[in-house]
């Protein structure tokens, strides 16, 4: 069980309002993930949950029982941080057998969990090893080990691949997957990188500024974003947002184009413009044109095609794909 | 720095201050040396010849040597329990946020900046006076009979006085090494269900055991070396002759320059140990 309701919850450092009044719910078992830009109020959040700071106004519910004056410990939730918080003078196994030593659990059966875990995170080899010996991956795996071992009822995740590669994040974000299909537990999982939000949750949920700007399934966040701030936040590279005269003729003050749904030729579109930089990946070209009447968009054609500095082309628009926001911003 | 004209420039412009602080060390190190081998009584007869090892056995057969050393032990081990303990609360507590913390830590570090001899006068003329003294009122006030602090606890009171003295030092020390302390691993045993206790036992003190081993090393150094402290306050009756007194105590008191400089050479290295220790500390330190 791992059902997390947050009713009206709010939180004020000082004369700051970090969180206004916040409704969400998180239900069994869900991958939830938290994102939005640096300081918008996603760790403050988390920590809410977790119950290492206190709540302003409002209240947490866990499982149907009012948590929001139970402290951190007997939440039955656990957390990974962002450094990892191994304790450095205490081996890999004493790290993970922390959690179940604090409980009270016998030796034996403190021993067992731990190399259960450690054998389902692949850290069998290094049980004897400080923290100080290890990798980054090889920490965070030791962080999660300690986690999950308490069987806890939800984790709590707070950006805990930031401090890795690309290469070593990738690896990270499909394990980290694998353990939520594996053991079926509410996952609350804090990030900026919208990449990881898409790919691992089941419900996204947006932060701006400590408000939830939208929540919902990742490709329904994708399609139909709320409003401009969603728009310009999910997707890789970002919407094309475009105002002006080429919005007002479609009946709102801004209208969304991905580069994804545009269709580059040299020959004839519906706009014209010339080439900036053209960013070749191999499988993708994001090629970014200065349009003649519209202002600077970004395209995305598969495949190589060589263009380059200065060359004219054309866009074409998907006209199913284009997404109109009124002036304060929100989707028609 | 790289080419090795400019290295031997730098030697050149170095050589000054090694000299002069070779010189400033190495002198006394020899005459105190030379002297320990002699028969040296300035009063009575001053130079009486090359006499060998005889002061350094004399000086470790004395009746006086052991029980003098055990009161070195007693006052060092008191004082490091005292401000190691204290320390560690203090620095808690001061890391704290707190109003006005600035001038609070300002005030706790005050007692270094006094002299020693001023400090034990003050306690002594002040504090401990039996007929004066603070704590005689307060005694008094609770119709008890006001303790001769320096004569019947006079061990106690002298380790009190130095331990006020260097209280500070390891508050400090220590203070700095808790605000190294990266917070998410309190909160994280926190979460693992860790109560405040043994959040600091499993992970606070062994964060601080580096600190707390400088701090004991440090100081060891110095408390050795305590002497002003002692001069003013009992003068070396009562059981508070230590190691240093007793070498103060031969060669000014019975003057016999021969026989003292035989105990400070022991002082010497005795005191090298403890710094060998502690280099070794640091140097492991700075590597981690
Ligand atoms: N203890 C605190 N006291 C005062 N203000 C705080 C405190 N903790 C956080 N804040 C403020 O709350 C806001 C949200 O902080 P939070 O750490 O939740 O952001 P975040 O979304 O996690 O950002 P990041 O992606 O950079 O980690 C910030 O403006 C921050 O300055
Ligand atoms: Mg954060």
Known sequence: MGRIVLDKVKKIFGDITVIPPLDLEINDGEFVVFVGPSGCGKSTLLRLIAGLEDITSGH???????????????????????????????????????????????????????????SV?????YLDRRPGQLSGGQRQRVAIGRAIVRE?????????????????????????????????????????????????ADKIVVL????????????????????LFVA??????????????????????????????????????????????????????????????????????????SLGHGDRVHLTPDPAQIYRFDAAGSAL | MATRHSRSAARLMMAPAVILLLGWMLVPLTMTLFFSFKKYLPLRGGDLGWVGFDNYTRFVTSSSFWPSVLTTLIIVGGVLLITVVLGVLLAILLDQPMWGQGIVRILVIAPFFVMPTVSALVWKNMFMDPVNGLLAHLWKFFGAQPVEWLSDASIFSIVLIVAWQWLPFATLILLTSIQSLDSEQLEAAEMDGAPPLARFGFITLPHLSRAITIVVLIQTIFLLAIFAEIFVTTGGSFGTRTLTYLIFQRVLESQNVGLGSAGGVYAIILANIVALFLMRIVGKNLDA
């Open chain 1, 60 to 118: 947490v519910e866990i499982d149907g029982v009012n948590a929001t004056d139970v402290p951190p410990a007997k939440r039955r939730l656990a957390m990974v941080f962002q450094s990892y918080a191994l304790y450095p003078h205490m081996s890999v196994r004493k790290n993970i057998a922390f959690p179940l030593r604090m409980a009270g659990l016998e030796k034996a059966e403190q021993d067992r969990k731990v190399e259960a875990a450690a």
């Open chain 1, 121 to 125: 995170l692949n850290l069998t080899d």
């Open chain 1, 152 to 200: 806890p009822a939800a984790f709590l995740f707070d950006e805990p691949l930031s401090n890795l590669d690309a290469a070593l994040r990738g690896n990270m974000r499909l394990e980290i997957t694998e353990l939520h299909q594996t053991l079926k537990t509410t996952m609350v999982y804090v990030t900026h990188d919208q990449v990881e939000a898409m790919t691992m």
């Open chain 1, 208 to 227: 701006n500024e400590g408000r939830i700007e939208q929540v919902g399934s990742p490709l329904d966040l994708y399609r139909h974003p709320a409003n």
């Open chain 1, 232 to 305: 310009g936040f999910i997707g890789s590279p970002r919407m094309n947002l475009i105002e002006g005269a080429e919005a007002t003729r479609r009946d709102a003050a801004t209208i969304g184009v991905r580069p994804e749904h545009m269709t580059l030729s040299t020959e004839a579109g519906d706009w014209t413009g010339t080439v900036g930089v053209a960013e070749h990946l191999g499988s993708d070209t994001f090629v970014h044109v200065q349009l003649d009447d519209v202002g600077p968009v970004t395209a995305r054609a598969s495949g190589e095609i």
